[in-house]
Structures are given as structure tokens and as C-alpha cells.
């Protein structure tokens, strides 16, 4: 089993719906977690961090955290073409330290 | 202001020979990381600095990898022999801080024939 596991999609939504995306993870060390978009053929670029559990909101985003089950969520309401890229979760049992990612959710968002 | 660059963006190897990738983190950054990421998968941590300091190497591979950053800015990552196992992007992120956020570069993408 692997550390975080995510469902590779890819995910296909028409315009405007609300995506959620989501990770499992077993090591319950794990405090910080984090959301990374990567568009083809670039580097991912930090979306939204948490740290232990909860909610927090980002314009379009919104990054759950539930720590007793072990699960993350990130949910893009009015989804955008331009939201069509890799999403990678990630989490460390430091803030800045050696992240672990799951291996990428695939959206594609249709006009 | 610039963001980190690396460079070559795509290179091609024969198997056994020598690569060298090159990171150019955000100028000021003090933390560089290094990852690969292999097709399909995210990126799994390969190894960091702290300025010139490599405090971490405990993803490389094996000992055919080697990474360094003499004066705490630019950073090298070699590849010797080079293996078809070894094909993958090769990212590069800075962070201005021990445990800010990283800044990713745009990967080197290296394929072993």
C-alpha cells in the first residue's frame, strides 16, 4: 500500500460544475497538507496548504482536512477549461520538509 | 521577478553514459529540493539543501546519483551510468526559507535509451 493514494482519473465535468478531488494517506504523522496544480509539461505550483484538520477557502477553492479518517478533499466549485490540469495532493509531518505526493488526479474541465 | 529555471528541459542519454542537470533556484532562496517524477506519478523527494548544506539525501536512488550546491545558489544533479529506469522528470523547487513554500521549475525531462 502506498503511502497517499489518490484516483488518477482522468476526471472529466462540463463547465460550472463543482469538482472534488481527494487523497488517502496512512501515516498519521502527517500535519501539513497541500494541494499542487500542474498544468503538461510544467512544474506543480502550490495551490492550498492546511494544517491538521479542518476547512480553508481560497476564492474557488476549498481544502478539507479530516485527519481521523485520514482523507483530504479539494473541492473547485464553478470549474474553469483553464482548471483542466494534474492535481497532486501532498502532505509532510513538517511544514517545508520532505513532502510526500500522490500520484495525481488528471481533470479535464469541457467548455 | 524570475521564478527557477533548469536546465536542459529535455535531454536524451545513452544507457551508461554521464548527465548533468542544472537547477537555478529564485535568487535569495536558501532551500533547494530536487525530485523525480516518473510518468504518470507525483514527485518523490530525491534530496535538499540548506544553502550549501545537503541535509537530506535519503531519496537518491542509489549511489550513480549525486547532487550538489558549492556556493548555496545554483545546484547540480549527476546521473552516472546512466539506466533506462532513470528516464523521468527531474524537478527543481526553491524555497526562500526552512519550511516555506516551494517554487517549482519546470523539470528537466530525461529519457535513457
Known amino acids: 500500500q502506498k503511502e497517499v493514494e489518490q484516483d488518477p482519473g482522468p476526471l472529466s465535468v462540463p463547465e460550472g460544475a463543482i469538482v472534488s478531488l481527494n487523497c488517502t494517506y496512512s501515516?498519521?504523522?502527517?500535519?501539513?497538507f497541500m494541494w499542487y496544480r500542474q498544468y503538461s509539461r510544467k512544474g506543480p505550483e502550490l495551490l492550498m496548504y492546511?494544517?491538521?484538520?479542518g476547512n480553508k477557502e481560497d476564492g474557488r477553492f476549498t481544502a478539507q482536512v479530516d485527519k481521523s479518517s485520514k482523507y483530504i478533499s479539494l473541492f473547485i466549485r464553478d470549474s474553469q477549461p483553464s482548471d483542466s490540469a494534474t492535481y497532486l495532493c501532498?502532505?509532510?509531518?513538517?511544514?517545508?520538509?520532505?513532502?510526500?505526493f500522490g500520484p495525481g488526479t488528471r481533470l479535464s474541465v469541457l467548455p | 521577478g524570475a521564478g527557477v529555471s533548469q536546465s536542459p528541459r529535455y535531454k536524451v542519454a545513452k544507457r551508461g553514459q554521464d548527465v548533468a542537470l542544472r537547477c537555478d533556484p529564485i535568487?535569495?532562496?536558501?532551500?533547494l529540493f530536487w525530485y523525480q517524477q516518473a510518468l504518470g506519478q507525483g514527485p518523490e523527494f530525491l534530496t535538499y539543501?540548506?544553502?550549501?548544506?545537503?541535509?537530506?539525501k535519503s531519496g537518491l536512488p542509489s549511489d550513480r546519483f549525486f547532487a550538489e550546491r558549492p556556493e548555496g545558489s545554483v545546484s547540480t544533479l549527476k546521473i552516472q551510468r546512466t539506466q533506462q529506469e532513470d528516464s523521468a522528470v527531474y524537478l527543481c523547487?526553491?524555497?526562500?526559507?526552512?519550511?516555506?513554500?516551494?517554487?517549482f521549475g519546470p523539470g528537466t525531462r530525461l529519457l535513457v535509451l
Open positions: 501515516n498519521s504523522a502527517f500535519q501539513y
Open positions: 523547487a526553491s524555497s526562500p526559507v526552512l519550511g516555506g513554500t516551494q517554487y
Open positions: 539543501f540548506q544553502n550549501e548544506a545537503q541535509l537530506d
Open positions: 492546511t494544517y491538521s484538520s
Open positions: 501532498a502532505m509532510s509531518e513538517d511544514y517545508g520538509q520532505n513532502f510526500v
Open positions: 535568487s535569495g532562496h536558501v532551500s
